[in-house]
């Protein structure tokens, strides 16, 4: 379903998001949303990413780290990231 409101800039350059389409989409206050200009057009998406995958990413990036730290490259690294995902 497609829903359609007005709304308008305030002068500190908020936008109130109609409750209909908050409701419809589920928002709550504090939930992120990716803001993207094109021509004059703004898209705002809805970021949906679970705790898991946050805790999964936080400790790839220690990973990335620790592994640069002792002499690998970000091609080995990414090699060894990728067959561990292919199961080999």
Do not use: C, Y
Not at 9 to 34: T, Y
Not at 69 to 75: D, M, R
Request: cysteine-free; charged content about 35%; overall charge positive.
């Amino acid at each position: 379903m497609v829903e359609m409101d007005m709304t308008q800039l305030s002068a500190n350059g908020d936008v109130a998001i109609p409750k209909d389409i908050r409701e419809e989409l589920k928002l709550k206050k504090g939930e992120k949303l990716l803001a993207m200009s094109i021509e004059n057009t703004i898209i705002l998406r809805k970021i949906t990413t679970n705790k898991e995958r946050m805790k999964l990413k936080k400790l790839l990036k220690k990973t990335r780290f620790k592994a640069q730290k002792i002499g690998f490259t970000e091609k080995e690294i990414d090699w060894m990231i990728h067959s561990q995902r292919a199961g080999n």
